[in-house]
Each structure stands twice: as C-alpha cells, then as structure tokens.
C-alpha cells in the first residue's frame, strides 16, 4: 500500500470508485496524516450510518443533503461544510444529485486497500 499519493491529481486521469449505491469517489491526495476525497452523490443516495477513528471535514461543492451527525440533523447545500469527530455516527442523504470534498486525518487506510 501506498503511503503517499502522486504530488498531481488531474480529475480526468482518474476513475470514479463506487461506494454505495450512487455514490462514487475520487481520492485527491494523501499521506499518512491526511485524505482528500471527492464523492459525488445521486438524488436519494444515503451514505448510512457509519463511525470511524478519523476526523472528517466536508465542504459542499453542489447539492443539497441531510446531514446526521450524532443528534444534530441539518439541511446544508453548496456552500456548507461540516465536521465529525473521530467515533461519532453520521449519515447523509443526497436531497439532490450532489458533489462533496471530504478531509480524513489520518488517511483512510481502508479506501486504498487494493490500490
């Protein structure tokens, strides 16, 4: 496994990774201490309930999502951003087709097996 990705990412040299159903990502960069990924969302897809040890940070390119972190639910679109700390249940469901870029620390180890 790779432990650092190239210094360059052209979008249009990489392939959409599937997910879930109707959502597919796009890993920008990394090293151990850091992930960006960009995913992108059907209307109606819902990444469900899910926790993981990584802080996230997301900001929201295009679309409009419910956003389920811990007890708190809210509607954000393009523009919005939010955070989930390490552990914490979250879940989102695309109201409309949507794009997002998510921030991992440390690197989401699990997203490059195979790669």
Known sequence: ???QSEIIFKDGEHEWESMWEGIARKIIGYDG???T???KFAKGAVALAHH?????SAYIVQGKFEVNIGKERKI???GDGFYVPPDVEHSVVALEEGLVVD??????EDFLKGK
């Open 37 to 39: 990924v960009k995913v």
């Open 103 to 108: 921030a991992f620390s440390p690197a989401r």
């Open 1 to 3: 496994m790779q432990i």
């Open 52 to 56: 993981h040890p990584h802080s996230q």
């Open 33 to 35: 201490r850091l992930m």
């Open 76 to 78: 954000l679109s393009a």
